[in-house]
């Protein structure tokens, strides 16, 4: 049974860090690229950043990018998001995403952003 099961999300003041994980299970992890989108209250999912199967690749929204890292472990069956600079419009549910003959979505992670 295929499992995506993110972790990591939480309250933080503006300006603080978080990192996200998501576990997988019941796929050949290394075989999937793997993404994080995010979903904001009353707007529609949006993508985050993708990570190749190997992790020498990744991509990320543009106004992201310096801010956020994502990073896998095959080892551990394990994607990251590293978000530092954390901003209130940051604030939503954040979802991993694996990509690959079959997509699969874990159940998101609240991250809240406010002083």
């Known amino acids: 049974q295929v499992q995506l099961v993110e972790s990591g999300g939480g309250l933080v003041q503006p300006g603080e860090s978080l990192r996200l994980s998501c576990a997988a299970s019941?796929?050949?992890?290394?075989?999937?690229?793997m993404s994080w989108y995010r979903q904001a209250p009353g707007k529609e999912r949006d993508f985050v950043a993708t990570?190749?199967?190997?992790?020498?690749?990744?991509s990320y929204a543009t106004s992201l990018k310096g801010r956020f890292t994502i990073s896998r472990d095959n080892t551990k069956n394990t994607v990251y998001l590293q978000m530092n600079s954390l901003k209130p419009d940051d604030t939503a549910v954040y979802y991993c995403?694996?990509?690959?003959?079959?997509?699969?979505w874990g159940q998101g992670t609240q991250v809240t952003v406010s002083s």
């Open positions: 995403k694996a990509i690959g003959s079959t997509p699969y």
């Open positions: 019941g796929f050949t992890f290394s075989s999937y690229v």
């Open positions: 990570i190749s199967g190997g992790g020498t690749y990744t």
